[in-house]
């Protein structure tokens, strides 16, 4: 396949284009393999849905929940009545980027598809972010159009530009997408998008606090089930799959879309989905393909000997490393092999792992077929197995920042820089060692400590905050902060939650530090540095 870009965009608002990085920024693409070449023309849409009801499998199951089931001809003449309301009552044309807002249900995937087939660029948030967050959002990626559940609105509402237009779903009202879709038609045109044309911005959290979007082909999206999930789950039609994350981190999009509509599987989706939830799912309805953090795996062992999980043939871990002691409890309680990988929103999804019958405990695995993997030295030059170095990457899906915002960082001669310092072995298996950054992964989420810390400063009792990881058994690590209050300042009797609590107010609940420090002063240099490695040592 060519590298260089295709010149049958359909954009017609052609801001994603305009915002690529530099070309000569962008990582090295691989297309080693011959499912990975895929045609000029592709809207990655029709692959994971039309094309299976056009192959007479409408009727097989598609959505399920636990008071409604979707086939594929249902989804796919519900997406279809979505792409027409977003074009008739809203005006989108190709290239336009919509947000989505919800949780993990069969409006959110319809909406999704719909703004998809339609030529969009679907932005997916998580259901939890605030005003401010959304408006950042809104404002990087210039949206100008949403879908959202109803109980989500108000935080959209009032994050929202004069003439931004949205719909709401859930309710009974006359102008909401219930009711606006079912007045049309349930077949629709798919844009012919150019398979490097945009169809996904995916947000991922930096150092920095400031979100970073990512930017995703309509080939990559189809890429990612290609190879990890083609290669590594190996998934069938009488799959049934289900997962915690939501479809906002690019690890659940995969796991509870991409994998299983690319293989004309189902998908049971959870709106709430904690560790007790899940194991009833398993239970009640047969899943087959579980994906979930370490820590909800661990918080299972004591149910896991009396549940019945006979059902599940691939559990799949990302998001944080999996220690090997709670792969070894989750074997010991009812011999489920966890399949470990590690991914990134820039990569879209996993590109280490190993199936099965090739993992070894306590590794991350080998290479995902379709990608190569190195440890290299700050040079960028390869080490030798054994020694410690930086992950480097190379494969179908790679990094591309919009406006190239700090792509030098992750992209270095060729390869994509994923921030993990590794190890590999002489069988080519990759041993996770720790973070090369000051990101927070705390059960599963990618938490930056500048976020909390200003979210912290807008209280008015607070003077300084620094925020750092510090280990946890359960989470892996958990947010710490250490507070400077201003003198005289009043929190009343348990001050520390009262700054957790004013701090989920402001961001996003899962970020507010659950340990919370009092100090006189902040550890600095001579120049005024925030020495953030003492505070570690103080944990």
């Known amino acids: 396949m060519s590298l260089t870009q295709s010149p049958y965009s359909a ?113 997916t948030t998580m259901p939890l972010l605030r005003k401010g967050e959304l408006e950042t959002v809104i404002e990087i990626a210039e949206v100008t159009m949403a879908i959202c559940d109803h109980r989500f609105r108000q935080d959209l509402n009032d994050a929202a530009p004069d003439g931004f237009q949205t719909f709401t779903y859930g309710t009974d009202e006359e102008n ?23 169809c996904m911005l995916a947000f991922t959290s930096g150092t920095t606090g400031r979100p970073k979007a990512t930017m995703h082909f309509h080939r990559d999206v189809l890429a990612i089930a290609d190879t990890f999930s083609r290669h590594v789950l190996r998934p069938t039609p009488d799959d049934l799959f289900t997962a915690s994350p939501p479809l906002a981190f690019t690890f659940g999009l995969g796991q509870s879309v991409v994998f299983p509509l690319r293989a004309g599987a189902a998908t049971f989706l959870i709106e709430q989905p904690s560790p007790t939830r899940m194991l009833e799912a398993v239970e009640r309805h047969g899943i087959t393909v579980l994906a979930t953090a370490p820590t909800a795996y661990r918080a299972m062992v004591p149910d896991l000997k009396a549940a019945r999980v006979s059902s599940l043939r691939a559990c799949v871990s990302a998001g944080e490393t999996l220690p090997k002691a709670t792969w070894d409890a989750v074997h010991d309680a009812c011999g489920i092999r966890i399949i470990d990988g590690i991914g990134s929103t820039e990569m879209l999804h996993i590109f280490i792992s190993a ?23 700050p040079d960028g030059r390869p080490v030798p197995d054994g020694e410690l170095g930086r992950l480097a990457v190379k494969g ?22 994923t921030g993990d310092v590794y190890v590999r ?23 930056a400590g500048p976020e909390v810390e200003e979210a912290l400063l807008r209280h008015d009792a607070v003077a300084e905050a620094a925020v750092v990881g510090v280990p946890d058994e359960d989470r892996g690590m958990i947010v710490k902060a250490v507070v400077v209050l201003r003198p005289g300042a009043e929190l009343g009797p348990d001050p520390a939650k009262a700054l957790q609590d004013f701090v989920k107010g402001e961001i996003a609940p899962y970020k507010y530090p659950r340990a919370i420090e009092f100090a006189e002063a902040l550890p600095r240099t001579a120049t005024g540095k925030l020495q953030r490695f003492r505070l570690r040592e103080g944990s």
């Open 176 to 198: 909401e997408l219930d009711r606006v879709a079912a007045r049309k038609k349930t077949k629709f045109k798919n844009v012919a998008t150019a398979g490097d044309d945009v």
């Open 355 to 377: 199936g099965e019958d090739e993992m070894r405990p306590g590794s991350t695995g080998r290479a995902v077929p379709g990608y190569l993997a190195e440890v290299q030295d």
């Open 425 to 447: 072995d002489s069988d080519g298996y990759f041993h996770y060692q720790a973070r090369a950054d000051d990101m927070i992964i705390s059960a599963g989420y990618n938490i």
């Open 396 to 417: 179908p899906t790679g990094c591309r920042y919009l406006r190239g915002d700090r792509q030098a960082t992750y992209v270095q001669d060729g390869w994509n820089i």
């Open 11 to 123: 954009h017609v608002d052609t801001f994603t284009r305009e915002n690529l990085p530099l070309r000569s920024t962008w990582p090295e693409f691989r297309f080693s393999l011959p499912e990975l070449q895929y045609p000029a023309l592709i809207n990655c849409a029709s692959e994971l849905l039309d094309r299976h009801v056009r192959a007479g499998s409408g009727s097989r199951r598609c959505l399920v929940t636990d008071t409604e089931t979707h086939t594929y001809a249902d989804l796919l003449a519900r997406s279809n009545q979505v792409a027409h309301a977003l074009v008739d009552e809203m005006g989108l044309v190709p290239g336009n980027r919509v947000l989505l807002r919800g949780p993990n249900n069969p409006w959110l995937v319809a909406g999704w598809l719909g703004v998809v087939k339609a030529g969009g660029v679907a932005v």
